[in-house]
């Protein structure tokens, strides 16, 4: 099935430093999401895109939907400790309530 | 407002046994949908029911697997004849009946371990 390609996979920063990572498909998504997976849990939402070059904040986090709807960013600003875990893009097409999900991208943050 | 709970959070089953995993959706939700996650990789989607109906079965393998969500009680996905590929977590989410910006809330999930 389909997947979305998601980068980077890892990523090691520093306390403080800014973080950026994005989402592309092939193909169309009218809704585009955010989430946080904590170890031995489930993911949680962080940001909802609905509408093409849609800009939306929700504390550190900025996440924005790309132009060609098939695309998506997310940044998280100075960053902190308890940002740790591995963040999920997920695309759901228009008539679809399916969700289709990136590999994620695992981060690590040194205090 | 509890959030969508998961029974049981681990489960170990024996190549040949039946893994019956439950979901119950947030309060006022009555959209249930079940996703498989491997390890290292993304969220796979499963199933998606509403009461008593299964809406979209597309990610389902067509053999072993069924699910359902009845009128009364959780949702439940079944896996007959458990092999050592079916191990993974499966998550459930559910989400309201409002049309437009459904969001979809996810459990906690089971993690099967088949040996």
């Known amino acids: 099935g389909q997947q979305l390609n998601q980068s980077p996979q890892s990523m090691f920063i520093q306390e403080g430093e800014d973080v950026s990572m994005n989402c592309t498909s092939s193909?169309?998504?009218?809704?585009w999401l955010w989430y946080k997976q904590d170890p031995g849990e489930g993911p949680v939402l962080l940001i909802a895109?609905?509408?093409?070059?849609e800009l939306t904040s929700n504390g550190r986090l900025t996440a924005q939907f790309g132009i060609t709807r098939k695309d998506s960013f997310l940044n998280i600003s100075a960053s902190i400790p308890s940002d740790v875990g591995i963040y999920f893009c997920?695309?759901?097409?228009?008539?679809?309530?399916?969700?289709?999900f990136g590999k994620g991208t695992k981060l690590t943050v040194n205090p | 407002n509890a959030g969508v709970m998961q029974n049981p959070r681990h489960l170990v089953r024996r190549r040949g046994q039946e893994a019956r995993l439950r979901c119950s959706p947030m309060k006022g939700h009555s959209h249930v949908y079940w996703y498989r996650q491997l390890p290292e990789e993304g969220l796979k989607f499963m199933v998606y029911?509403?009461?008593?109906?299964?809406?979209?079965e597309s990610g389902m393998p067509k053999e072993r697997f069924s699910a359902e969500f009845p009128k009364e009680g959780p949702s439940i996905l079944r896996i007959q004849q458990v092999v050592r590929g079916d191990s993974a977590a499966y998550f459930c989410?559910?989400?309201?009946?409002?049309?437009?910006?459904?969001?979809?809330?996810f459990g906690p999930g089971t993690r099967l371990l088949v040996l």
């Open positions: 029911l509403q009461k008593e109906n299964i809406i979209d």
């Open positions: 989410a559910s989400s309201t009946s409002d049309r437009g910006r459904e969001t979809q809330y």
């Open positions: 997920a695309g759901r097409k228009g008539g679809s309530e399916k969700l289709v």
């Open positions: 895109l609905y509408k093409a070059g």
């Open positions: 193909s169309i998504f009218n809704t």
